[in-house]
């Protein structure tokens, strides 16, 4: 038998160029239960929407079954505590954010004074253990300039842990004081 009325009607399909009857013929020709072979692959592409409205599809009374469930279930009304939160708590991820923006700051400062040193020796590091000479003739002279830089170190690490103290405790007074206002 020549199917070349089906076959035209198929490549017409593919194209977008078929009309509503015109894919009827398709439907009803591959919904028969003897296809040749050549065209039995396109069976399920045709066949798919009668197949589907066989499946089992959604009662008229489903949404009365649901409403009633809804219904009965019990309701049970959550509780919720109300609190104020204070000014400190408040900010506190504003004062965690900008601790981590200055950390990051200060690591940036570093890496970029250490890249710049780096990048100020001409010729690098030199290794060589022969090429070294003592800045200073007499020992006495060397150790005296180490106790001053160990001395004006300690100064400022002192200067700074005060001022450091300082400041904590301002904030601890003022966040202190935040804490009991009452809005």
């Known amino acids: 038998m020549d199917y070349k009325y089906i ?5 017409r399909y593919w194209l977008c160029e078929t009309t509503a009857e015109e894919e009827t013929i398709l439907r009803t020709f591959f919904s028969q239960s003897h296809i040749p072979t050549e065209l039995a692959g ?8 009668q197949a589907e409205a ?3 599809t959604l009662g008229a009374d489903f949404d009365e079954r649901l409403m009633a469930i809804v219904e009965n279930t019990p309701q049970t009304a959550k509780v919720v505590g109300v609190c104020q939160l204070s000014l ?3 900010m506190r991820p504003l004062m965690h954010a900008a601790a981590c923006i200055v950390g990051l700051a200060f690591v940036g400062s570093a890496a970029s004074y ?7 020796t001409p010729e690098g ?8 000479a003592d800045s200073y003739d007499n020992p006495t002279d060397a150790l005296e300039t180490i106790d001053d830089s160990f001395q004006a170190l300690h100064d400022a690490l002192g ?11 301002s904030l601890a007074v003022d966040a202190h004081s935040l804490n009991n206002r009452k809005p």
Do not use: C, H, M, P
């Open 114 to 120: 250490i890249f710049n040193q780096q990048a100020n």
């Open 54 to 56: 066989k499946t089992q």
């Open 42 to 49: 396109y069976r399920d592409l045709f066949v798919y929407e």
């Open 88 to 90: 400190y708590k408040r």
């Open 125 to 132: 590091w030199d290794y060589d253990a022969n090429s070294y």
């Open 7 to 11: 076959e035209q009607l198929l490549q």
């Open 159 to 169: 200067a700074s842990a005060d001022i450091s103290n300082a400041t904590g405790d």
